[in-house]
Every structure is written in structure tokens, then in C-alpha cells.
Nanobody
Framework: VQLQASGGGLVQVGASLRLSCAASGRAFSNGVMGWFRQAPGKEREFVAA????????HYADSVKGRFTISGDNAKESVSLQMNSLKPEDSAIYYCAATNSRLIISRLRDGIAYDYWGRGTLVTVSS
């Protein structure tokens, strides 16, 4: 299974970016796909996730209202639309996936995800 993330880049404060992640080798139709990020010197943190069962979406408080996760489980892909970007959004963004039906309380736990992409760098300059 491979997860390939793309779409990162250097943007100014207030700009938008759209990250995409495509999975190959396995479908995650019963599970979860999500995004995490890690800034230099900081721990990896949860950003957003989509549970295919019910297609519910979940966000970190820091991005709620600015970021939107969407996806197509038939195409095994997920996107993250990021608007009103802030310098604190700068990080390497990682796509993650699992075919487990995670309960909501586990969505933010990186250990719960079985597959990870290599990451794409997002830099927001002020």
C-alpha cells in the first residue's frame, strides 16, 4: 500500500492550498483517511480525518472553519482544502489511512493509522 501526497508549497498568509492524497494497493472503504502535520521541533499533530462509513469529517480545533477534508473512497483519494493559511500552519503534512473503523476518540491518534505517505511541505510566509 502506498499513499502519495501532493500539493504543498510556499504561500503567503491568507492564501489557500489544496493537498491531495492518493492510495494505491488497497481500498480503505471501511476505514479512515486523514491528515497529520509536523512542524520543526514539534510533535506530529492531527489535522483532519474522514470516516468513510457515514462520511463524517473531523477537524482539529486549530483548523476548524478554515480547512475542509473531502474524498472519494471509490477512488481511494482524499483532499485537504486549506484556506486562510497562517504561519503556524507551516509544517510537513502527512496523509494517513487505516481500514479500521476508528471511534471518534481515536481519530486524532496517529498510532491508530496503519499507512502513511511521505509528506508534503507547506510553508506560509508572513
Amino acid at each position: 500500500v502506498q499513499l502519495q501526497a501532493s500539493g504543498g508549497g510556499l504561500v503567503q498568509v491568507g492564501a489557500s492550498l489544496r493537498l491531495s492524497c492518493a492510495a494505491s494497493g488497497r481500498a480503505f472503504s471501511n476505514g479512515v483517511m486523514g491528515w497529520f502535520r509536523q512542524a520543526p521541533g514539534k510533535e506530529r499533530e492531527f489535522v483532519a480525518a474522514i470516516r468513510w462509513s457515514g462520511r463524517s469529517t473531523h477537524y482539529a480545533d486549530s483548523v476548524k472553519g478554515r480547512f475542509t477534508i473531502s474524498g472519494d473512497n471509490a477512488k481511494e483519494s482524499v483532499s485537504l482544502q486549506m484556506n486562510s493559511l497562517k504561519p503556524e500552519d507551516s509544517a510537513i503534512y502527512y496523509c494517513a489511512a487505516t481500514n479500521s473503523r476508528l471511534i471518534i476518540s481515536r481519530l486524532r491518534d496517529g498510532i491508530a493509522y496503519d499507512y502513511w505517505g511521505r509528506g508534503t511541505l507547506v510553508t506560509v510566509s508572513s
